[in-house]
């Protein structure tokens, strides 16, 4: 089956590019920013552009099998005034489950159409395990568990303190999580990052976000780039 994406909190375009090496076709993104709006507009000519994600209905937009976003992560930075979930910006994390819900909803009542999308993936800094005292985070797993099982309740750790990765698998859904440092991925300085998956219809979470399709320090393959290159 062919893969779609639509990108939320798209900047200039990160993730349908990253989508498109992996042979994922980018089909809509959401964005406001000017410039950032125009350089997706030349790189991604036939991706749709949506606009304000407030003003996006899931229901009357093209349906895709990933909807992906890093929402704002200013009010969950340690650097920044630690709002949290309730911040402006940050808060507009609610934004991207109300477009998958109701995306999901739309596409349930198609006879003969799979529910979409059937996978998640939401993007943000470090800061949000620690943000409000961990429960901004305990709300972001247990908003990704309600899209499949409304009754999911998500306890906080005993000890209050998250994992820099873990895993939970319901009832024909899993939500895995795990912080990744871009400079293992060629790019020339520290970042890490909290890479979250959702699975909505079946456990394949935690195998896309832990498990390796190759061998590390392998480097056959690399020298035949070099070579081309």
Do not use: H
């Not at 908003?143 to 306890?155: L, M, Q």
């Amino acid at each position: 089956m062919k893969m779609t994406l639509g990108s939320l909190f798209d900047g200039a375009g990160t993730i349908p590019f990253a989508a498109q090496l992996c042979g994922i076709t980018p089909v809509w993104s959401s964005e406001i920013e000017k410039f950032p709006c125009e350089v997706t507009a030349k790189r991604f000519p036939n991706m749709k552009q949506l606009g304000d994600i407030t003003k996006i209905n899931g229901r009357e937009i093209e349906p895709v099998e990933i909807i992906a976003g890093g929402s704002p992560c200013q009010d969950l930075s340690v650097a920044g005034q630690r709002a949290g979930l309730g911040g402006e910006r940050s808060g507009l994390f609610m934004e991207q489950i109300r477009v998958i819900k109701e995306m999901r909803d739309e596409t349930s009542k198609r006879a003969n159409e799979p529910v979409r999308p059937r996978y998640a993936m939401w993007e943000n800094v470090p800061g949000a395990f620690s943000s409000n005292k961990g429960e901004d985070f305990r709300i972001v797993l247990e908003e990704f568990c309600k899209v499949k099982d409304e009754s999911a309740n998500v306890p906080r750790p005993a000890d209050g303190k998250w994992q820099s990765c873990g895993c939970i698998v319901g009832d024909g859904y899993s939500v895995a999580w795990r912080v990744l440092d871009a400079q293992f991925w060629g790019v020339p300085q520290r970042r890490r990052r909290i890479w979250l998956v959702a699975d909505f219809g079946g456990q394949r979470a935690a195998e896309v976000l832990f498990e390796r399709e190759g061998l590390r320090r392998s480097f056959a393959e690399s020298r035949k780039a070099w070579e081309r290159t």
